[in-house]
């Protein structure tokens, strides 16, 4: 039996991708940079974390972690697998995640369709 390990998310811009789902989500953060992987970076002639092509961002606890990841090619067509975010306060959240760089999609009577800034869609959901 498989268990859910990691969701990846293909990008142009890891890092910043990155830093808006750690923002977005509940307890999750970026995941801190060590002496070790600073020196693997720099060994593949990257200098800063900003230029980082694999980029993680991990939850205080338990839950998936998430990967972003350089790709060369461009976002093709609508993602097939998106995440679903419940929230207390759907027009705080709203706003909270727009403030951040979210753009609203798609408005339904029950639950607003959103893009990350890469254009990676999600639903936001109020909770109960």
Request: aromatic fraction near 8%.
């Amino acid at each position: 039996m498989a268990r859910l390990h990691d969701i990846v998310f293909d990008c142009a811009r890891p890092a910043s991708t990155a830093r808006f789902w750690a923002a977005a989500l509940d307890d999750y953060a970026v995941a801190p940079y060590d002496e070790a992987e600073l020196e693997r970076l720099r060994s593949l002639g990257i200098t800063s974390t900003e230029d980082d092509p694999t980029v993680l961002v991990e939850p205080d606890g338990a839950g998936p972690r998430l990967w972003f990841q350089l790709v060369p090619e461009p976002r093709s067509a609508k993602n097939r697998v998106h995440l679903d975010l419940r929230t207390a306060d759907p027009q705080a959240e709203l706003r909270r995640l727009t403030a951040l760089g979210a753009t609203v999609r798609t408005r339904h009577p029950d639950h607003l369709v959103l893009a990350d800034p890469e254009g990676n869609e999600f639903c936001l959901y109020p909770a109960g």
